[in-house]
């Protein structure tokens, strides 16, 4: 659990000493998220072992820190950006944009999956504090049972540029998780004034007012750029670990799921800034299984890990040369073994 601490809570001091001062922690901050995550990938080749389940509650109390962090973090620079240089200014804003995209969209993502209700409940929140909340339904209801599908709207497709395949998942993602929700609703013949969406809709205003009231309409603005941010980290981070990859039918049903449904990176430090979401294989085949436990079985491996597949994504026929090929070679090997 080390690792994960470090990996997870050494930017937080950074990021929040850049908005309140400026200088040389604007540098340091989006420095951490960047090159240093980077240059650690690629120097020390380590594949870190699962964690043995008696270790389960710790990283449970860890994500609760992160949650706490992500908060505070997020009070600093709503409040201070402001007063800062537009460089200094465009150096949080990057540092903080990245770890909401790459941290706590990843700690979120762990903790809607937990069985305890407050734990859920705080991802839910750490959803909605990048006006994301509707994720929070969208990702167990739809996502998982229909990962590989034509039918997810966040498994990218076959030569699906990131562009397209964002603003489809996006509007896809909101109406599929909304519809679940209602026909959640009516199984269970619960009233309809019980749809989280609510939540969602009421908590992202919540979050826009207490923006407007730290920082001004210059914090609100900032506020408003860093969701976003955010929320494309959060696209892109399902289009690169679903590129292409597709489930067969069989008498109308999709083939169960299976590691070869999802991309994986071996990274050692992005893998631990991201509490092993680059294990995508492991977690889909056991949505419940804690972070520390997830393994990775012979399974699609992205040449390159999360971070720079995302920067590869933004240019569609780079990313086409780099994936198409290993693509293939993956879908042949695969159909090969059946």
């Not at 860890?62 to 949650?67: A, E, F, K, M």
């Not at 092993?276 to 990775?296: F, G, I, K, T, V």
């Amino acid at each position: 659990m080390r690792l994960f601490t470090v990996a997870t809570l050494l930017p937080l001091p950074l990021i929040i000493a850049a908005a309140l001062y400026g200088g040389i922690w604007a540098v340091l901050a989006p420095l951490a998220m960047t090159v240093m995550v980077a240059v650690l990938d690629e120097v020390v080749r380590v594949i870190t072992p699962p964690t043995p389940e008696s270790e389960f509650p710790t990283p449970d109390r860890l994500s609760i820190v992160v949650v706490i962090g992500q908060f505070a973090m997020l009070g600093a620079v709503i409040y201070g950006i402001g007063a800062l240089s537009w460089a200094e200014a465009f150096g949080v804003f990057v540092a903080a944009g990245l770890y909401l995209g790459q941290v706590a969209n990843s700690n979120a993502h762990e903790l809607i999956h937990r069985q305890s209700r407050l734990l859920r409940k705080l991802g839910v929140w750490a959803y909605i504090s990048v006006l994301y909340g509707q994720h929070a339904s969208a990702h167990v209801l739809v996502h998982h049972p229909l990962v590989a599908t034509r039918s997810d709207p966040n498994s990218a497709r076959y030569s699906e540029s990131f562009y397209r395949f964002a603003g489809r998942a996006w509007r896809g993602e909101f109406r599929k998780g909304l519809e679940a929700e209602k026909d959640r609703l009516a199984r269970r013949k619960r009233s309809r004034w019980r749809n989280p969406y609510i939540i969602y809709l009421l908590g992202a205003a919540l979050m826009l007012l207490i923006a407007r009231l730290i920082g001004g309409t210059n914090g609100l603005l900032w506020y408003i750029a860093l969701a976003i941010f955010a929320q494309v980290q959060l696209l892109m981070s399902d289009y690169v670990q679903h590129y292409g990859l597709e489930r067969k039918f069989a008498d109308g049903k999709p083939e169960p799921i299976s590691p070869r449904h999802s991309w994986n990176s071996p990274h050692w430090y992005s893998s631990a800034l991201m509490l092993n979401a680059p294990r995508h294989s492991d977690h889909h085949a056991h949505p419940m299984r804690p972070y520390p436990a997830l393994e990775l079985p012979h399974a699609p491996t992205l040449p390159r890990s999360i971070p720079v597949m995302a920067c590869i994504a933004l240019l569609p026929p780079l990313w086409r040369k780099v994936m198409h090929p290993r693509l293939k070679k993956w879908r042949k090997s695969s159909f090969s073994k059946r």
